[in-house]
């Protein structure tokens, strides 16, 4: 889980009056009558202190099987969002098994020992229901959405889903077919391969981050409905999940629907856990690794190295630093690459920050003739950032857009209730997010440049270019980047 990536939302009125029925009633000026000093109009309004805000408040508790409840009372939103979490999720599989966590979350829902898949989406919409699993590197989560005249039903009906899924074999081989079949898609697309690449240059064999969470041909392809039973089995463990509720449940008590449909549920004996051996990373020294896609029009790239954990103590200084480098759309990448010098449509910065250090990656996209120049650019910028002040200006910009945009991420009870989730997966303390505004307002310019000299290496950066290795590899030869190796077009998906 990462707190990096936002969409900026604009203000609307809630009125749908057209402005001449909003005017009736209101004092008008007299015909003729001359117009007020406008001068003022030319001034741009300053923007004013940032409202206090606060994290919705949230309680705790536990059922008599030890299932963990959080609750986060939401007045006014009956539209109540639910996530249980079983901890354990892609980083505890067996190397084989890759993609095997992700391939139970997605059968879940195929039907239950009670109900066929269709019975169970005819009565989940019949209460109105929204009820999906999913699969994280962190966790398998169950979720749901469900107006709350209806919560106690639909909450029985995931617990159905989570505790009794059926995992028909026929269901289970489709699903696992798709995934065969969206890896060789994905081995087609530029795009989704240099996502794939990227990782397996950064990680060393022995991690898991190394490949797609949803595994791939060689991993998946053995899947049976076996395997996904004996995963199930191994995530199954109410002393070890935690349930989040979100919204206005009105005069219903949490604590009884909870015990009744999950209290009584068996203690288990799963034994899957997220606390494992630290991630594993390729020895340091900046490489090339050029995939050829002949005839390619754009050249897709990813620069970047191993980065850091969620539970970093510089995590707001990062932030920011991120926001400055190229988080934002006048962040110093995007500005150079895509402004000044027109190499791309837009251009990018992440540190992905897991239980385990996830990868710092800058991602873009250019034409076929300037992949050189845009890579040169992007190296000097990055390797420029530790070695000269922040500007005052654009460390206020980072803050302010962080801090602004922060509230708008918790509106609706889903997004309250993934936010919670999150503080259960990545182990984060409860006040880990009120503390989220000040922490980021506090950040200085010094704060930002020791962050970067400590968390980015320029000497360690990988450069990976999926294009058309005939147009490209001359190029990045001459420009002396790093030991390169090219992956030539004929290769097989593995």
């Known amino acids: 889980m990462t707190l990096e990536h936002d969409a900026e939302k604009g203000f609307t009125t809630d009125s749908?009056?057209?402005?001449?029925?909003?005017?009736?009633?209101?004092?008008?000026?007299?015909?003729?009558?001359?117009?007020?000093?406008?001068?003022?109009?030319?001034?741009?309004?300053?923007?004013?202190?940032?409202?206090?805000?606060?994290?919705?408040h949230f309680e705790r508790f536990r059922l008599s099987n030890g299932l963990t409840v959080l609750q986060a009372k939401l007045p006014g939103r009956a539209l109540i969002a639910v996530h249980l979490l079983l901890p354990g999720g892609g980083w505890t599989e067996p190397p084989e098994q890759g993609g095997i966590t992700v391939l139970t979350s997605r059968a879940m829902?195929?039907?239950?020992?009670?109900?066929?898949?269709?019975?169970?989406?005819?009565?989940?919409?019949?209460?109105?229901?929204?009820?999906?699993?999913?699969?994280?590197?962190?966790?398998?989560?169950?979720?749901?959405?469900?107006?709350?005249?209806?919560?106690?039903?639909?909450?029985?009906?995931?617990?159905?889903?989570?505790?009794?899924?059926?995992?028909?074999?026929?269901?289970?081989?489709?699903?696992?077919?798709?995934?065969?079949?969206d890896l060789l898609q994905a081995w087609s697309d530029p795009r989704r391969r240099a996502e794939r690449v990227f990782p397996e240059t950064i990680y060393g064999?022995?991690?898991?981050?190394?490949?797609?969470?949803?595994?791939?041909?060689?991993?998946?392809?053995?899947?049976?409905?076996?395997?996904?039973?004996?995963?199930?089995?191994?995530?199954?463990?109410?002393?070890?999940?935690?349930?989040?509720?979100?919204?206005?449940?009105?005069?219903?008590?949490?604590?009884?629907?909870?015990?009744?449909?999950l209290g009584q549920r068996p203690a288990g004996t799963g034994s899957a856990s997220a606390a494992v051996a630290g991630e594993q990373g390729w020895p340091s020294g900046p490489?090339?690794?050029?995939?050829?896609?002949?005839?390619?029009?754009?050249?897709?790239?990813?620069?970047?190295?191993?980065?850091?954990?969620?539970?970093?103590?510089?995590?707001?200084?990062?932030?920011?630093?991120?926001?400055?480098?190229?988080?934002?759309?006048?962040?110093?990448?995007?500005?150079v690459l895509r402004e000044e010098k027109g190499y791309t449509y837009g251009i990018g910065s992440s540190f992905d920050m897991r239980r385990k250090a996830g990868p710092f990656v800058v991602r873009t996209a250019v034409e076929t003739n300037v992949t050189r120049p845009a890579i040169e650019e992007i190296l000097r910028i990055v390797r420029e950032f530790g070695q000269s002040d922040v500007k005052s200006d654009e460390l206020e910009i980072a803050r302010d857009y962080l801090v602004g945009v922060f509230p708008l991420r918790f509106e609706t009870a889903a997004q309250v209730a993934g936010a919670l989730g999150g503080l259960v997966a990545l182990d984060l303390p409860d006040d880990e997010l009120d503390r989220y505004r000040p922490g980021v307002a506090a950040v200085t310019a010094a704060d930002v440049r020791a962050a970067a000299n400590k968390h980015?290496?320029?000497?360690?950066?990988?450069?990976?270019?999926?294009?058309?290795?005939?147009?490209?590899?001359?190029?990045?030869?001459?420009?002396g980047l790093g030991e390169l190796s090219v992956t030539p077009a004929d290769a097989t998906p593995e």
């Open 287 to 335: 490489r090339v690794v050029l995939v050829d896609k002949p005839g390619a029009p754009q050249s897709e790239i990813r620069i970047g190295h191993l980065g850091v954990a969620r539970k970093n103590p510089d995590f707001h200084a990062i932030s920011v630093l991120n926001a400055i480098l190229g988080g934002t759309f006048n962040s110093r990448l995007n500005v």
């Open 109 to 181: 829902p195929e039907g239950t020992l009670r109900r066929d898949a269709d019975q169970f989406i005819e009565d989940s919409e019949r209460l109105g229901a929204e009820i999906h699993a999913e699969a994280t590197w962190e966790a398998l989560t169950a979720s749901m959405e469900v107006p709350r005249s209806h919560f106690g039903a639909a909450l029985e009906l995931m617990a159905e889903m989570v505790f009794e899924p059926a995992f028909p074999e026929d269901e289970v081989e489709r699903l696992r077919d798709e995934r065969m079949n």
């Open 205 to 261: 064999p022995g991690s898991p981050y190394r490949r797609p969470l949803a595994g791939t041909q060689t991993t998946v392809r053995p899947l049976d409905r076996a395997a996904v039973k004996a995963r199930h089995a191994a995530l199954l463990n109410p002393t070890t999940a935690t349930l989040v509720v979100a919204g206005d449940l009105g005069d219903q008590q949490l604590d009884q629907l909870a015990e009744q449909h």
């Open 456 to 479: 980015i290496r320029p000497d360690d950066l990988v450069i990976v270019v999926v294009g058309d290795a005939a147009t490209v590899e001359p190029e990045l030869r001459a420009a």
């Open 16 to 56: 749908q009056e057209s402005p001449s029925t909003m005017a009736e009633g209101m004092p008008q000026p007299p015909v003729g009558a001359a117009v007020a000093d406008l001068s003022a109009l030319d001034t741009r309004p300053a923007p004013g202190t940032p409202r206090e805000y606060h994290f919705p």
